[in-house]
């Protein structure tokens, strides 16, 4: 790329920045040393660092999901395809043709084993190091990245348990690095629309949220390969809501969680586990291995959740049952209700009849979201409908410009701990579970940034 390309590129991505700015309680990383767990330092005044221009990185993990966030980098101005980690050669070498193929050289391939990636994170000269691993490796991965001097992206959970949640905080605390959850369910369209809705006030004082992931995932679940392998085994040993991000994401950005409000306590029970089993014994014989498995994952689980200054969620994981893909994001406050699956919109005195639902697309002309409207068209077919490239799309835009990041550590850890304290929710017969403060207070002083106008 010439050097006018990349003052060019440079200037459309600070230009659209300013034009269509998320508001997504976004944070800086002007860290001073970390206060430490039971209290005490200024632990989350703003995270912010210098702008990084080209930004390098090193992925580990290129399975599925890897593999087409790398395809998205690619396609991404800005951004040097340094390093890539797996523990399959072959997939190492297909993303190093890639890299090639876009005319990048080709990058240095780490697959010696399960935990390589400490050698990536130690030998190469890297800006961010992304991770699409199985779940019980992203902290170890973003830790490996932090405490060598690079930033940290995370597919979702961030985390698997509160001792990993707060390892993630401290160690961005300690490094001044970002450490970045991609929860790509914040990007989606419906949701980016209901966030700028209630940021300008449409839907009044917001006090109850639904959310959930519900997708059949027992075909999946049972694969031989990809997240068969390593995505079952959870069912055997864990009952709780194993996958919160998707979910609680979008309506704890329009709730303003960590950022004026915070999440206070849970509590937790599911369903008995039926679906797994009956699967198996339908698919592979009522003799078979699969069929001899025992789940402790219950086939839906019901979490609700208060926040500090009172609002409600209803959270639902529910991945074992025959049922359409779909997710639940409803956001209900003084003046209406905004909510996705199916989409629909109801704001009094603004209906087209009174206590009928509206179309989102009699809002979109006014409060379609500017970032939407920025770049949705060059995510087509990139995954997801297009959230997936502009999730990736913002992080190097944030990173590029110097911008804060639309999630930060914080957000990954509160959002992640969901895992663990619906667990012991559920084992406790719905007993309330605390949330960790892991701000440490600074949630109270921390305002929403507003929608920037285009």
Known sequence: MSSEKNQSSRREFLKI???????????????????????????????????IDPVRIGFVGVGGMGSAHVQNFLRIDGVVVKAVCDI??????????????????????????????????????????????????????????????????????????????????????????????????????????????????????????????????REVKFTTNGEGIWRRPHSWRRNGNLYPTHGIGPVAQCMNVNRGDAFDYLVSMSSPARGLHEYAVAEFGKDSPQAREKYALGDVNSSLIKTKHGQTIILIHDTNLPRPYSRINLIQGTRGVAMKWPDRVYIEGKAVKPHEWDDFERFA???????????????????????????DYRLIQSLRAGQPMDMDVYDAAAWSVIMELSEKSVAQRGKPQDFPDFTRGLWKTNPPLGIVEA
């Open 17 to 51: 920045g300013a034009a269509a700015g998320l508001g997504m309680l976004a944070s800086k990383l002007d860290l001073p040393a970390a206060g430490g767990r039971a209290g005490g330092g200024n632990a989350r005044t703003q995270f912010k660092v210098a702008a």
């Open 88 to 217: 399959v050669p072959e997939k190492v070498e297909r993303v190093q043709k890639w890299v090639e193929d876009a005319g990048q050289p080709r990058p240095a391939g780490y697959s010696r084993g399960p935990r390589d990636f400490e050698r990536l994170c130690a030998e190469q000269d890297l800006d961010l190091v992304f991770t699409a691993t199985p779940w019980e490796w992203h902290v170890p991965v973003c830790v490996a990245a932090m405490n060598n001097g690079k930033h940290a992206a995370t597919e979702v959970p961030a985390a698997v348990t509160r001792d990993e949640c707060w390892q993630l905080v401290e160690t961005a605390e300690k490094t001044k690095k970002h450490c970045v959850m991609m929860e790509n369910c914040c990007y989606d369209r419906i949701e980016l629309m209901t966030l700028n809705m209630v940021r300008k006030g449409l839907l009044g004082e917001i006090l109850h949220a639904e959310a959930g992931y519900l997708h059949d995932l």
């Open 365 to 391: 002309d006014e409060y379609e979201h500017p970032l939407w409207k920025a770049i949705a068209k060059r995510g087509e077919g990139r995954g997801h409908g297009g959230m997936d490239y502009i999730e």
